[in-house]
């Protein structure tokens, strides 16, 4: 388990501090946030998939064909000769690693008890310590001496380790029970409808004309209708239990996904950082929400609500403070205190919802629930990261961000007070 959380999180961090120069390589600027919103509404429609799997069918097939489905995008990626070849990489890189989260995520609810799942979901945190080490460095290293293209080729053989190694330690997991998801037909059509509704609604917004207005409403008409069905009911209405968990889920992960993926691009651009430079936020980053995490699974008997609503207190405090990154005249070395503090908020408040999510769920439950926490967090993702795109279009361009990053950096901030509100202890 251990073992694929970091292999995903070198590749997610390693993206991270490759992506200004392998946009620019493959002269894909005009689409610059497509890499993240590709694999995000991907990673959507695996979630689903492998939910209703997982109940099913156990969670081990749907970890093996999460790895290789991961493994061709790396395949793809690496030797992308154009920006569409990378867009499909990710894409396929979206599947897999969509697929890996719900198997982990049911793994540990059917090997660990409730009192330790907390620990468990600590494990998952401290998977992203050497990847936070060693990861952003080594991509900015590779980017600058060798090509971007080893970011994702390098991995490969490593995931084909891992999968070998994980044979035995899977192939004896119990079989899945029948789902709740049977009594939801239309699960698996509704989440193609959100991840179509999430990609014309941003391409719409990127490239303004008359045409893509009636697109942009075409995407909202499907993606609002197809989230009724997806999420737990009442969970857009922020109902208390497991709707506002699911719903927490998607504004603290959103948030910080749709700033961290501009936070390279920001320093290089905007303060001349060196890829190596720009990716250490991101090292620190990772390693504050590491530690962070620590506090929620050595302390069982605190409310998970409480952690929950440090996290998103941190969380805004982190975006307001990459508010003096952001212009010209601003300090580049102030995003690593920004975002240690944000990061430590993830650290508090991910695995926490992780938890809540596990605790309102019955075994019947598991895998849809689990789906249900990963969609509205691929879904809040994709459509903020898609708003940076979109003021990053409208507003700046990726060679000066600075207005369009500051807008966003405020947005953010509001939508993790708006976090804070609706996860107060014993609200009704």
Request: aromatic letters at 8%; hydrophobic letters at 55%.
């Amino acid at each position: 388990m251990t073992l694929l959380v970091t292999l995903v999180a070198f590749e997610n961090l390693g993206v991270n501090t490759a992506m200004p120069r392998m946009v620019a390589d493959l002269r894909g600027g005009d689409l610059y946030s497509w890499p993240f919103t590709v694999f995000l509404v991907t990673s959507l429609i695996a979630n689903v998939l492998a939910g209703r799997l997982c109940d099913r069918r156990g969670p081990a097939f749907a970890l093996y064909t999460g790895v290789i489905l991961f493994m061709a995008g790396l395949l793809v990626a690496g030797l992308a000769q154009s920006m569409w070849m990378l867009l499909i990489g990710r894409a396929l890189q979206g599947f897999g690693g969509g697929t890996i989260s719900i198997a982990i995520y049911v793994m540990i609810a059917y090997v660990f008890p409730e009192r330790a799942q907390p620990a468990a979901f600590g494990i998952l945190s401290a998977a992203w310590v050497l990847p936070s080490l060693v990861g952003p460095a080594a991509a900015g290293l590779l980017t600058e001496h060798a090509s971007w293209r080893w970011v994702f080729l390098g991995l490969v053989p490593l995931a084909s380790v891992g999968a070998l190694l994980l044979l035995p330690a899977v192939r004896k997991l119990p079989v899945g029970v029948d789902s709740a998801d049977a009594a939801r037909p239309g699960l698996a059509l509704a989440a193609v409808a959100a991840a179509l509704g999430i990609a014309a609604l941003t391409w719409a917004a990127e490239h303004p004309s008359l045409a893509t207005l009636l697109l942009g409403i075409a995407g909202v008409s499907v993606l609002l209708p197809s989230l009724f069905r997806l999420l737990p009911k009442g969970t857009l209405a922020a109902r208390p239990g497991l709707p506002v968990t699911i719903l927490a889920r998607g504004l603290l992960a959103g948030a910080y996904t749709a700033i961290e993926v501009y936070v390279t691009l920001t320093l290089t651009a905007v303060h001349g950082y060196s890829p190596v430079l720009a990716g250490l936020p991101l090292t620190v980053g990772a390693l504050a929400w590491s530690a962070a995490a620590v506090l929620p699974a050595r302390n069982p008997d605190i409310d998970r609500l409480v952690f929950v609503r440090w996290g998103f207190t941190l969380l805004a405090v982190g975006a307001l403070g990459m508010l003096l990154v952001t212009p010209t005249w601003g300090w580049g070395w102030i995003s690593f205190v920004a975002w240690i503090v944000a990061s430590s908020g993830m650290g508090l408040g991910y695995s926490s919802l992780s938890v809540l999510t596990m605790r309102y769920s019955t075994l019947q439950e598991q895998g849809a629930n689990t789906a249900a926490l990963q969609v509205s967090e691929r879904v809040a993702s994709a459509v903020l990261v898609g708003a940076g795109g979109v003021l990053l279009s409208l507003l700046a361009s990726p060679q000066q961000p600075s207005f369009a990053m500051a807008i966003l950096d405020v947005s953010m901030a509001a939508i993790a007070v708006i976090g804070v509100l609706l996860v107060r202890p014993g609200r009704k």
